[in-house]
C-alpha cells in the first residue's frame, strides 16, 4: 500500500513536470498554456490506460464474479488515489492558464472559486472516489467483489480518446478525419465502459446468483447501489453533453460552412 502510494505520488507529477520540460524544447513555439495543456491530456491518458489494462486482467481472472480474488483489484486502487490528488490540482493549474490575462493574475482565493464553480462536477467526482469509492473499495467490501472492482477501472477506456480529441482541437486538427473517427470512438466506448457497464455487472451478478436482474438491487448491500448511481449520474450528464457536441461535429458538412 505506502509503497504503491509513494510511486504513484512521484509518477504522475513527475511525468508531467517531464512533458511540460520535454515540450520546451520539442515545440518551442508553444506558450506554457500550450505545454501544461497538452502535458495534463497526455498524463490522463497514461492513467487511463494503466487503469484499463488492470481492469481486464482483474475481470479475466475472477471468474467467480464475487469470492476471486486478484491483487490489482486492491493494490490499483491506491495508484488512483494520489493520482486523483494531482488532477485535481493540474485541472485549477489549466483553468488558470485559460483565463483571461494570465500574466497579469496571481494564484488566489478567487481563482481557486472560479476553478471551483467551472468544474464543481468533476471535482465533486474525484472528491467522491477519494472520499467514499475508496473506503468502499478498500475496506467496507471486504474480500468481496473484485470482478467489479476491475470493471470500474475499465471505465476509463474512453478517457483516451477523449483526450485526444482535446489534444486534436489544441493541434487545430477538429476538422480532420481523424478527429471524426476519434469522436465515434469517444461515443462507443464513452456508451460501452461508462452507462452499459452498470446494468453489465448486476446482470454479472444476477447470474452468478441466479437471481432476476430486478431484484439485484435488493440482494447486494445499499452501499453498493448508492456508490453505483453515484458514479453513473455524472456519466449520464456526461454522455448527453458528448452527444450534442457529436451531433454539431457531424451536422456541419464541409458543404455547409462553404455557403
Known amino acids: 500500500m505506502w509503497q504503491t502510494l509513494a510511486i504513484a505520488s512521484v509518477f504522475f507529477p513527475g511525468l508531467f513536470a517531464l512533458s511540460v520540460r520535454s515540450l520546451g524544447w520539442a515545440a ?41 480474488r486478484y491483487w490489482l483489484a486492491v493494490e490499483y486502487v491506491w495508484v488512483i488515489v494520489p493520482y486523483m490528488i494531482y488532477d485535481i490540482y493540474v485541472m485549477y493549474l489549466c483553468h488558470w492558464h485559460k483565463s483571461k490575462d494570465t500574466s497579469k493574475k496571481k494564484h488566489s482565493l478567487a481563482s481557486v472559486r472560479s476553478f471551483l464553480e467551472k468544474d464543481r462536477l468533476m471535482v465533486t467526482h ?17 474480500e468481496l467483489g473484485d470482478f467489479f472492482v476491475g470493471c470500474i477501472f475499465v471505465a476509463e477506456l474512453s478517457t483516451p480518446f477523449v483526450s485526444l480529441g482535446k489534444i486534436l482541437m489544441q493541434l487545430k486538427m477538429q476538422d480532420t478525419l481523424l478527429h471524426k473517427v476519434n469522436g ?26 441466479g437471481i ?48
Do not use: E
Not at 465515434?184 to 446468483?209: E, K
Not at 432476476?212 to 453505483?228: K, L, W
Open 126 to 142: 474525484h472528491l467522491f472516489i477519494l472520499v467514499i469509492l475508496t473506503p468502499v473499495a478498500q475496506y467496507l467490501r471486504g
Open 28 to 68: 518551442p513555439a508553444w506558450s506554457l498554456k500550450d505545454r501544461i495543456l497538452f502535458s495534463s491530456r497526455m498524463v490522463s491518458s497514461v492513467q487511463a490506460t494503466m487503469a484499463t489494462v488492470s481492469g481486464i486482467i482483474v475481470v479475466l481472472n475472477c471468474k467467480d464474479v464475487v469470492h476471486d
Open 212 to 259: 432476476p436482474i430486478y431484484m439485484v438491487p435488493f440482494h447486494i448491500p445499499m452501499h453498493c447501489n448508492v456508490a453505483n448511481a453515484s458514479l453513473i449520474a455524472p456519466q449520464l450528464y456526461w454522455f448527453v453533453l458528448i452527444c450534442r457536441k457529436a451531433v454539431r461535429l457531424y451536422s456541419s458538412s464541409p458543404s455547409a460552412k462553404n455557403r
Open 184 to 209: 465515434i470512438l469517444i461515443l462507443v466506448t464513452f456508451f460501452l465502459c461508462r452507462i452499459v457497464l452498470f446494468p453489465f455487472m448486476y446482470r454479472a451478478y444476477a447470474r452468478h446468483m
